[in-house]
């Protein structure tokens, strides 16, 4: 089993930054898949990033590519992502997942969550 939790969301201006975190524990994230959804109130959740266990490939959602850099330290256990020139319509709660697959863009994929980080952005 896998627990994660994410940090590091919160209430930002649009055009402003955030780093979240996920920390993980139970076993090591080094032979996961890593990847960030999100969740706006009403919508479907979405895939945002995710990042290759290996040789860190990364994927990115066509909404945010450019504005965000998904990256893991295997030595903490911990996925972060950082984005960038922040929107309101990136206002959403934003989940970590561990899984197998890369690339996997779909939440199907993954086999452990996060309980989420509630991110809001200001216009």
């Known amino acids: 089993q896998v627990q994660l939790v994410e940090s590091g969301g919160g209430l930002v201006q649009a055009g402003g930054s955030l780093r979240l975190s996920c920390a993980a524990s139970g076993r090591t994230l080094s032979t996961y898949a890593l990847g960030w959804f999100r969740q706006a109130p009403g919508k479907e959740r979405e895939f945002v990033a995710t990042i290759n266990r290996s040789d860190g490939s990364t994927r990115y959602a066509d909404s945010v590519r450019g504005r965000c850099t998904i990256s893991r330290d295997n030595a903490k256990n911990t996925v972060y992502l950082e984005v960038s020139r922040l929107k309101p319509e990136d206002t959403a709660v934003y989940y970590c997942?561990?899984?197998?697959?890369?690339?996997?863009?779909?939440?199907?994929?993954?086999?452990?969550w996060g309980q989420g980080t509630q991110v809001t952005v200001s216009s």
């Open positions: 997942a561990a899984g197998a697959i890369f690339p996997a863009i779909t939440k199907v994929w993954y086999d452990y």
